[in-house]
């Protein structure tokens, strides 16, 4: 029987997709609080770094400078959070946020501090078309 | 002027130093609710991964790789947490975490949660022990 991989629905629910770097397919978190992007390698069945090959852990490791860059380009930004969590969705996935001193839950991790705001629909497809460019996605 | 790397005061404050792997300074965190290593990368004024060299930045994924390894297998836990958040502690440090199902934030990320449980002396030295051989690192 083939394993496929197949986005775990929480984070199909709530996220729109910007398109696949070469291992992990690329997510913006619907909550216009923060921006927010989620990485999914697209691997069946893995729930911890750890458990992915040595060059997988290379390839998101550069995935994750590339969207940390991209979110630092086209946001103004004061720090970067990056988090691999899963506690919740066992898919593995890697959160990539850009913190502002003035959103909603600084300094506190963003994780339950606040109800997530929907984009304007036009924003939104703004900033995942500018996503998209900057990251150079298949789309 | 020589710019040399120092512990920020709050990460010492609330840690015990396990050692230096090549890059990272290892601390375990003064909280027995869960075993929790902070990797710190010995150089100065850095705050984002991506601020790195990208030699650093592979360095510091097998680095981190290392320490989940260790806490996995020296402990039992049900998923690993890692995260760079640094919204507070400016130094780049990446939290390596042990989760269980039974811990007291699961299954919420761990700041501000709870408030840290000091380990009995013999228990913070037979881990910090336990953890330094498993990294081999330089105590």
Redesign the interface.
Known sequence: MAVTFSLHPQLAADTTPVGDLPLSRVLLMNDANFPWLILVPRLPAV????DLEENA??QL?AE??QA??AL?NLTTCD??????????V?QLHVHVIA?RRSDIA????V??VAAAEPYAPAAREALVAALGRALQVRQ
């Open positions: 729930t911890e770094i750890i852990q290379l490791t994750i400078a940390s860059a630092r720090k970067l959070n990056i988090a691999a969590l899963g506690n919740v066992p913190r600084w300094p506190k991790p994780w339950g």
